[in-house]
């Protein structure tokens, strides 16, 4: 049985999912943390059993080759032969790639090129690319680009209001995130809705700690709420959001701070955490909202406005959905959260069923007489890059 690996790789973390093909099972899961620091954490989990060191793991490239050791040594892995190829999130594409890819020599620099849009994860992926190269020679290592999906945005949604020249120097435009989540739960909706891709207009609502919006027509994504950066959109559990620019001049002035501080407030002491000042984590903040805490009510009532804006801007932009789909941990888990999104929006053909909100894991959350369906979908951006992988890499399983 032939194995792939899907990996996400972050400035100072691997992560990694071992999928078995065809059965696309997982048999195997966790992470390298701390990369680079003392004491890293080494964690493997897989048959229903966790495997756990601490050790000094200085960069990725001796995290690949301690992945692999200990995946030899623990038997989830008998011989190299088994892994068929890689898959490799990578969080910036730019404009450059449209679509996954087979990674070679001109994709890695490519990539390395692209690290000024994401400086702290672009170098980090091209590192564990180049690694399993390495000890992998001739196995097939695909990219997954967090910003492929995206590409089919049309320039009047992906350009901002500021002089062209800087769109033309320095590549100065949104390009969005979670597109592999978005791309996933979009076409698990049109099959659970029986449909084409091409057949449906739908709005996915990627809602965890970070959090996008997406107007996907016919398949393609034309819209999305992140934008040159994360921090774009709608309010999430650390980051702002979009908030207004000379509001962040007159802060640093008043605070003397200067724009990196003023970017580190923005991306990760903001949102949830930020205006409720109990917890970035959605669960924290809906308990303490329960108990009566005013903070976490309004942190939680300015989130869902957010979302609304976002949900309305592209129901218009799509003349109408088809379906509207929430995903990530609060879209997947939180009924209330998603029952007060789509509250009173029933002039615009969207009525939540409550029992089907409050129970369903998977599946139609809509009453069956609204004219937009409303699912919950889990998503799962590791199987998304698995079947990339199989796809690109011309893997038989
Ligand atoms: P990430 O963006 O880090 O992948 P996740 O998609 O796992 O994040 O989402 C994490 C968020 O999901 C947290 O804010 C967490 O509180 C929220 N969440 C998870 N389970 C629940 C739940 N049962 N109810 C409400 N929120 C939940």
Known sequence: MSKIFALNAGSSSLKFSIFEIPSEEVVASGLIDRIGLNDSNVVIKYNGEKFTDVKDVPDHDVATKILLEKLKTLGIIKNFDEIAGTGHRVVAGGEVFKDSLLIGEDELNQIDALSEYAP??????????????????????????DTSFHT????????????????????????????TSHKYVSLRCAELMGKKPEEVNIITCHVGNGASITAVKKGKSIDTSMGFTPVAGVVMGTRSGDVDPSMLAY?????????????????????????????????????????GNKRAKIALDVYISAVRRYVGSYLAELNGADAIVFTAGVGE???????????????????IDKERNESTKEGLISTDDSRVKVYVIPTDEELMIVRDTVR?????A
């Open 120 to 145: 702290l994860h672009n170098p980090a992926e091209v590192k564990v690319i180049r690694a399993f190269h390495k000890l992998l020679p001739g196995k097939p290592a695909v990219g997954v680009f």
């Open 152 to 179: 089919t945005m049309p320039a009047e949604n992906y350009l901002y209001g500021v002089p062209y020249e800087y769109y033309e120097k320095y590549g100065a435009r949104k390009y969005g995130a979670h597109g």
């Open 251 to 291: 802060i640093m002035e008043k605070e003397h701070i200067d724009m990196t501080e003023m970017l580190h407030i923005l991306n990760n002491e903001s949102g949830l955490k930020g205006l409720s000042g109990v917890s970035s984590d959605m669960r924290d903040v809906e308990e303490a909202m329960a108990k």
């Open 333 to 351: 888990n939180s009924a209330p959260f998603r029952e007060q999104v789509l509250a009173d929006m029933e002039n615009l053909g969207i009525k």
């Open 392 to 396: 690109l890499g011309h893997i038989n």
